[in-house]
Structure formats: structure tokens, C-alpha cells
């Protein structure tokens, strides 16, 4: 606690120093969201990104989500507390195989999950997140959707259109690991409870849900609802912001399994030392970020 209230201080005096503004997803640790400027889910720190004007910007979440910040805002020095915190879903599909399948379907509209390189999103139409992935769905004119690289996000938003979704078969692995032998488990063990999950999860466990969005969606709602009880089917950083919220709801994780390993590599240590060294900095060829910048400004203007 004594070490934690001494780097809090120093991060505290850096951030002045340096003009510099935090953000935090919500799977970060409680420590890194205690010291954070702005906590949020990927949409949130997007649109946060795109619009400070702190000179520099450390974001505490995985790597695509600072590549996404240095592309909407170029200008600004982006920092992250640990380069080894990458996306494994963002890993799954390859700019290869992407092309090959735009080839094949000429007339389809490029629809990609933020969860992503910034390669594949210069190879892009249209970026979105679980916030707004119904909404960019719908906001497409052809009909045929080539969709990267989330299948289970894919069939969830697949259920609000009747265009032809063509699926990359990427996953999350810690959401992915849920079931519906897990979630039945706790349903007869919590009967009062409700099931709030996150659409990564696989279809049969969405199915289940009493309420289905992204980690900011699951939040306002809980916060909201009359009832008291939660199962928990998303990342279990969450907790932070739910108990925030509502103090005297219970908020119980469907499994202890719901733990992302990239989100946890940062720690409130990496984030002192790289405001400290203002390193490591994103950095993203000039060609691939303004093509990607197109996607990902595309997806901030749909309404
Ligand atoms: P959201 O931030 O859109 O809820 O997505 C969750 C996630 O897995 C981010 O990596
Ligand atoms: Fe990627 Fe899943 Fe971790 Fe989010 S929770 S960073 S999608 S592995």
C-alpha cells in the first residue's frame, strides 16, 4: 500500500509535467483505473483519444488500442506501460488472408472489430466495437459484410441484419472460455441474479443473457437495473466500475477464468517508468495509419 501511495504520487507529478492524460480500459488492474483520467471500454478511450488535447496520451489496455489513438491522433505521443500486452483475437487474422478474401468478394464492405492491427484496418472499410457494432452494421449500403476478426461478435450482430456476413473465425480466448454449463451452474446457484454478458462470449452463452453489450453497456446497465444480483460474463477488471457504481449490489464473475493475461501485464510500476522514460512510444507508418485512420474515423461518425 505504502509503495502503491508513493507511485500514484509520482505518476501523479509526472502527468503535470508532461502534459500527459491516462487512459484506462476496464480490464485493467484496480490499480492502473484508480490513477486513470478517464476509465472506458474500447469505444469510450477511442473517442477520448481522438479528442484531448494532453500532449501525450499513455494508454493502459492492449496494443491495438494504443495503435488506435496514435492513428486518431497522429500528433499526440502515444505510450503504453508494456509492449508485450497485445490482443491474441488481433493476432488471428493476417493482412494475406484478409486480401484474399476481398478478392473473392469484390462488392463486400470491409467491417472490423477495433480488436485489430492497424494493417488490417488500413485494409478496411469501416472500423467498429462492441458498443456500436449493430449500429455500423446497419449504417453499411452493400449486402454483403465481410466481418474481421470476432466470429462470435459476428454471429451476435448478424442476428440484427439480413445482409450476408462473411466471418473471420477469431475469437477471444478469455471470453470464448466461457460456457453454458459454467453460467447454468451459477443461475441455479444465484436464482435471483442476473446474467449480464459480453457479446465475445460464444453464441450459446449470449443466448443466455439477460443483458447482452459491451463492457460500458453491461456497466450503465447493472448500475440502472432494480435488481441487486449480477453473474458477471465478461473481464473481471469490470468489478471495478460495477462496485463503484452500485456499492451495495452483489457482482459475482461466472468463473474465475474471466481474466484477460495481456490486460494484467501493466501494472501501476510500468506505468510510472514509461512516463518516466516516455517509452515504449506506438508507432505506425505514415501509409498504413492514414489509411487506417479513414476506418476508424468512419466508425466515430456513425450516429
Ligand atoms: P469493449 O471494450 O468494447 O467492451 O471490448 C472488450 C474487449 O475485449 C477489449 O479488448
Ligand atoms: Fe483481446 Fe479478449 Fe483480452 Fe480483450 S479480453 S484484449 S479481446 S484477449
Redesign the pocket.
Known sequence: AEQNRELKERIAKLKKERNAIILA?Y?QRDEIQEVADFRG???LLAQKAAQTDAEVIVFCG?HFMGESAKILAPNKTVIIPDERAG?PMADMVNVEGLKALKQRHPNATVVTYI?SSAEIKAETDICC???NAVKVIQSVDSDEIIWVPDKNLGDYVSKFTDKKMIIWEGY?NTHDMLTVKDVMEMKAQYPNAQFVV?P?CRPEVVKLGDFVG??TAIIKYCKESDCQEFIVGTEDGTGYQLRLDSPNKTFRFATKFLVCPNMKVNNLKKVAKCLETMQPQIYVPPQVAEKAKLSLERMLQVK
Open positions: 480500459h480490464y471500454d474500447s469505444f492492449v490482443c480488436n466495437t462492441s458498443a477471444c459480453h465475445e459491451s463492457t
